[in-house]
């Protein structure tokens, strides 16, 4: 039989007095508070212990940041379930609640939360923040290049700004989908509660969040000279601030590592009943790719940077030749890491956009599986490119022939992905809401970015176009222009989940013009001064690339105001947007069958899974669905002759 | 729909259907593809040959032949993904009184085997021909000529100077002769630079206790700018220097007025020993 | 309530972080003195040209806190770093003959590449090289083993790309390293000339390495300001 009662809310549980022990005193301010303490403590002891030592200031800078780090997690409260289970104790059923933020009204998005729905949220607002850093010190960047010989930045500041910029990007690109999405919606459309270690989901978040502050210190310890890729012996001769910078890079690792795991092994273990992996949404499975790929590649960012300072710190002999060590030897991990990172960055999104295409055309994913063989094969091939970076360092030149193949073979899987797109777009019902016109400018974008890559795989041509400014326009046109806009599209499509307001889609097309011809301005203006033959990473230069420069600049401010403008929007959405309905877009993946604002551990009811969620026009009832009230429990079978309660597993296993 | 209908309906969207090509989404995409990718040609031409600067070598100009080869190749490409997309927003886009009521379902279609298939085979055959050209053009540049004229390039924070050996000349210009081999055996004194002469279209890396090579033959005479394309520190945007294409006695008036000896000028320059008695001569 | 106020507490930080080191750019080592314009002497014949004549006189401070002197050079500087002195910046007027005068009071050694010791973009290719014991030399190379710091200067891209200046600054095994109050110490002094080119930016930086780590480079080396600096051909 049926029950009509609606099950009580988990989030309206009434807790103790003492719900959660040590979390109802930890926060953000104490995080803040005891990592600055531990931090200088740290600090206080190593400058006495190594004082004098001329690698003393790089060991001091490097145990500052590690207590930095380990303080600040501390006081976050990450460390809380470890400690109890090393004292030999577990955490109390309440304390759990406690740490999903039961009870705690909005102060919990300041808290260590465990409910994954915070936890995107959290990394949503993160990832608006790290554009907003990377994004001003981009402006500071094309100011500074107006002019031919320009005083606004001296060169020491010009270089330090660069390599900020590069770091806080590409930390915001690789978490600014699976961070706020993987998290937040991910597991609702599988079916499932919540991550497969919500404690670790948290962590990863707040692990990021301790490494930003390391990053942006960097500032003020002599700014790091040596652009995002830091390449030794360059940055071994940099001063105390790469410490700082690798240290960041350690602490992100570790925190993308964790969350790889945690998506992975969420997807694997916890899906819903009748969910098998080939009804599973395409947006899950850019995530899941995506984050395997970064498991095999971050890990050699680890190791790069901590070899880097142990040869700064310690005086190994890793990357500096006068000593014994080999610059192509980090070149080569660098590189092994750097180019699966892009991947990494571009595959949810991309995943995204054929998610929002597939609901905004009214039809199912075209070539569902052969997308999904594209994201493995572009995964796999990614492993093997790295070389592609390093075809005029002058290593291994009988190398470029294989790479070049490798690199010219990864555009036949992203073909197949843009198959897959227009094949969706093919005599679809083009339904044009905000979320759709990002996926369109994406298509535009991305293929620019994609076929001015070609050029560059090309080993004679890269002669040309290495270290030119072309370089740098071919991969914000796929990285801004294409990844970072197919998140853009993948935020005004869940927004109304996470938020539970619409967006105002007439300031969003006011923003999307504004954005959409910026990045034309920017980056034509870049590709133009490329051809000229302008060096990338210089705050000065010849006057010859000086139109092609004021048009790049132009562009810049009007893409800064085109994104100030999307900032806006999304402010004044989620304060004062029209109430959103549980599935604004009639779409029929699970997060949009659960009501919004989504209950604590998402399903009131288990979800109903009998086929994949690309039943549009097809004639046939939603295949993923939550249903009104939960049907009975089927009746426990006990065999004759053992008393019930004998657990048996009676067929029908989850 | 009567059974004449769907007949007609079929017709009209089939080839061997009654209604004009050009009528049909395949016909109009076809267009519009057709218009992109005359402009992409285009483009292929004109960036190029307004946007790059003047070559100087066979390898610079092997960099311009590759950017409108490619640039032809990829043009259909871009362009039908483009086509389609424009003509999704014209011909299918659903306009609706109410802009929160989604448009019906459309019909719904998950996969094309022959369309996945050609498509597939149709990128391989572009990737095979863009591998050929690259390898072939890629060979061609790494012959070496026994007597080329080598000149040993150093990179240092943050400046680049060149040594002529056998000559004894060490200067911070880089002139080279006409129509003559050269290999620049380039290294680096302290940290990785990038020995970047443009439009000779040859780079490489001038890595510390290592010597890297490069090979090209001028072939047009002139000033250029040798650049360093790896960021070497604080000065990196000044690590500039010019360099000069010149004819062979030219050259060796320079290696002279630099200090070589008569004999050892005309070796590197390649004039004969006898053309070398010039009134600059020391 | 608290996520918007923690938003609008990043954007002022991020405000905070731009403005913080827009005015570090500007309060930094760079313009500690203001910018030092040549005096103007007169006119000179070079080349059988009349071109304006102008002077500059400045210093290697071996320790850019310790002297009076040198607190007003950096008054943020590392007392292991040395600079020049009082400014990092010189005004010259363009197409013009600048007689350059510098005291090197700093202990060296040896070049990373020995070029850097031969005189090369002055009048006649030579500079005066008079030593603390008063002799005198006019040659257009030294020792590249005892070299305390060079004076090299080129323009920024595309202002001038004829121009380019190297003056090496001799040192030798007597000058200690840490001489705190210079106007009392042993010097070299070096005195050259050179025609200044175009009108523009042109970047200056010592080629001596006397800095840290990789290569000697790093360090004072490539913290903006000691051993590197503007001058503007106006």
């Known amino acids: ?44 002891v190593s400058h006495a212990t190594v004082q004098g030592s001329n690698w003393g200031t790089d060991m001091v800078v490097t145990c500052t940041m590690v207590a930095w780090v380990v303080g600040f997690n501390i006081g976050m409260g990450t460390f809380n379930a470890p400690i109890h289970w090393i004292l030999g104790h577990d955490q109390t059923h309440e304390d759990e609640l406690y740490a999903a933020g039961v009870g705690q009204g909005s102060s919990r998005y300041l808290k260590f939360c465990t409910d994954h729905k915070v936890v995107g949220t959290q990394y949503l607002v993160l990832v608006m923040v790290l554009f907003g850093v990377g994004g001003t010190l981009a402006m500071m960047i094309r100011t500074q290049l107006i002019t031919p010989h320009s005083s606004f ?46 404690r670790l989901n948290a962590m990863s978040f707040w692990v990021v969040v301790s490494a930003v502050p390391c990053l942006l210190a960097t500032f003020f310890l002599g700014g790091v000279n040596a652009g995002w890729t830091t390449y030794a012996p360059l940055s071994v001769q940099a001063p105390a601030a790469m410490d700082a910078f690798a240290m960041t890079i350690i602490t992100f690792v570790v925190s993308v590592t964790v969350a790889g795991v945690n998506t ?81 960055i571009l595959l949810p999104p991309v995943a995204a956009v054929l998610e929002i295409a597939s609901t905004f055309a009214r039809k199912p994913v075209f070539g569902y599986k052969v997308a999904i063989a594209g994201f493995v ?40 992905i843009f198959l897959c797109t227009i094949g969706t777009l093919w005599k679809g019902s083009i339904w044009t809401r905000l979320p759709m016109w990002f996926v369109y400018l994406f298509v535009w974008n991305f293929i620019i970015g994609g076929v001015t890559g070609i050029y560059l795989s090309d080993v004679p041509a890269d002669q040309f176009f290495h270290g030119d400014m072309f370089v740098t326009a071919h991969f914000h046109y796929t990285l801004l222009g294409g990844a970072m806009i197919g998140a853009t599209a993948a935020v005004c499509y869940w927004f109304p989940k996470v938020s539970g307001r619409m967006l105002n889609e007439r300031v969003g097309k006011v923003a999307f013009w504004m954005i959409a011809i910026g990045i034309q301005v920017t980056y034509f203006g870049q590709f133009w001064e490329g051809f000229q033959g302008m060096a990338r990473r210089i705050a000065y230069y010849n006057p010859h690339y000086e139109t092609a420069n004021q048009m790049s600049t132009a562009g810049a401010y009007l893409l800064m105001a085109g994104w100030l403008v999307f900032l806006y929007m999304m402010i004044n ?70 008393a019930p309660g004998d657990q048996i597993d009676a067929g029908g296993a989850s | 729909m009567s059974f004449e209908e769907e007949v007609d309906e079929i017709e009209a969207n089939t080839l ?139 990179g240092q924070q943050w400046l680049w100077t060149y040594s002529y050996p056998g000559t004894g000349v060490e200067t911070r210009t880089l002139d080279l002769p006409v129509n003559r081999p050269v290999q620049f055996n380039v290294t680096s004194v302290d940290v990785t630079h990038g020995f970047w002469p443009a439009v000779l279209g040859v780079q490489v890396d001038a890595n510390p206790d290592v010597v890297t090579v490069i090979r090209t033959t001028p072939n047009k005479l002139g000033k250029f700018i040798v650049q360093c394309s790896q960021l070497c520190g604080l000065y990196h945007a000044f690590m500039n220097n010019t360099g000069d294409v010149v004819t062979s006695q030219q050259f060796d008036t320079w290696l002279q007025s630099n200090g070589a000896t008569p004999t050892a000028a005309a070796t590197a320059a390649g004039t004969s020993s006898s053309g070398s008695t010039t009134a600059m001569g020391k | 309530m608290g996520i918007l106020l923690t938003f609008v507490v990043a954007l002022v930080a991020i405000g905070g972080v731009a ?56 008054p943020s500087g590392n007392p292991a770093w040395p600079a020049y002195g009082l400014s990092n910046q010189y005004q010259v007027p363009a197409h013009s003959l600048v007689t350059v005068t510098i005291r090197q009071y700093d202990s060296g050694g040896s070049l990373n590449n020995p070029w850097f010791a031969k005189v090369s973009g002055t009048v006649g290719g030579v500079a005066t090289f008079t030593s603390p014991d008063g002799k005198t030399v006019t040659t257009n190379h030294v020792d590249p083993d005892n070299i305390g710091h060079t004076f090299t200067m080129r323009s920024a891209p595309g202002v001038d790309s004829a121009f380019f200046l190297n003056v090496p600054l001799p040192t030798n095994a007597n000058l200690p390293n840490n001489q705190t109050n210079p106007d009392a110490g042993q010097y070299y002094t070096v005195k050259f000339s050179f025609l200044s080119g175009a009108k523009g930016v042109y970047a200056w930086n010592c080629e001596f390495p006397c800095g840290q780590m990789v290569a000697s480079f790093g360090g004072v080396m490539g913290a903006y300001g000691f051993m590197s600096g503007f001058v503007h051909v106006v």
């Open chain 1, 377 to 416: 094969a572009i995964a796999a091939l990614s492993i093997m490119v790295w070389a592609h970076h390093m075809f005029t360092t002058g290593w291994a030149p009988n190398l470029a022939a294989p790479f070049m193949l490798t690199t010219e073979l990864i555009s036949i899987p992203t073909g197949i």
């Open chain 1, 1 to 44: 039989m049926t029950t009509a009662v609606a099950p009580p809310l988990l989030e309206d549980t009434q807790l103790g007095p003492k719900a959660g022990g040590f979390y109802r005193y930890q926060n953000i301010w104490t995080g803040l508070g005891f990592g600055i303490f531990l931090g200088f403590v740290a600090w206080l």
């Open chain 3, 19 to 74: 403005a913080f080191f827009i005015s570090q750019s500007y309060t930094s080592p760079n313009y500690p003195n203001g910018v030092q314009v040549a005096q103007p002497l007169g006119t000179a014949v070079v080349n059988g040209q009349s071109v304006p004549h102008v002077a500059l006189q400045f210093q290697t401070y071996p320790d850019s806190t310790g002297s009076v002197a040198g607190k007003q050079v950096h």
């Open chain 1, 264 to 344: 992975i092994v969420t997807v694997v273990t916890m899906r819903a009943k009748g969910m098998t992996m080939g009804r599973l949404p395409i947006f899950t499975w850019g995530t899941v790719v995506g984050g395997a790929l970064g498991l095999y590649a971050m890990p050699a960012f680890l190791a790069v940077m901590t070899m880097m300072i142990t040869d700064r710190a310690t005086g190994t002999s890793f990357f500096v030749p006068e000593v014994g060590g080999s610059q192509w030897l980090y070149e080569n991990i660098f590189w092994i890491m750097g180019h699966p990172e892009v991947y990494v």
């Open chain 1, 153 to 198: 930045l001296d060169p020491q500041t010009y270089n330090a700004i660069v390599t900020i910029h590069g770091m806080v990007m590409i930390i915001a690109t690789i978490i600014m989908v699976s961070g706020p999405f993987a998290n937040f919606i991910m597991p609702i459309m599988i079916g499932a509660k919540d991550m497969a270690f919500p």
């Open chain 2, 16 to 154: 061997l259907g009654g209604a004009p090509f050009f009528s049909r989404p395949g016909g109009k995409i076809f267009i519009i593809w057709l218009v992109f990718t005359v402009i992409g040609v285009l483009i292929g031409f004109y960036a190029p040959h307004h946007l790059l600067p003047v070559m100087q070598s066979p390898e610079g100009g092997d960099v311009w032949a590759t950017i409108v080869f490619f640039t032809v190749l990829a043009a259909p490409v871009a362009a039908l993904v483009y086509a389609i997309a424009f003509y999704s927003l014209f011909a299918w886009r659903h306009r609706s009184e109410d802009p929160d009521v989604p448009p019906p379902d459309a019909e719904p279609q998950r996969g094309n085997g022959p369309v996945t298939v050609v498509w597939l085979a149709v990128s391989t055959v572009l990737v095979v021909v863009l591998l050929f050209w690259g390898i072939a053009v890629w060979s061609a540049q790494q012959v070496s000529h026994p007597n080329a004229l080598q000149v040993n390039v150093t």
């Open chain 1, 573 to 642: 959405g989620w304060r004062h947007g029209k109430i959103a309905p549980a599935n604004p877009w009639h779409a029929k993946t699970l997060e949009w069958k659960v009501p919004t604002p989504v209950p604590l551990e998402n399903f009131l009811v288990d979800p109903v899974v009998t086929s994949d969620p690309y039943t549009y026009g097809e004639g046939v009832p939603d295949g993923q669905e939550v249903p009104e009230s939960a049907p009975a429990p089927e009746p426990e079978l006990v065999p004759a002759g053992s």
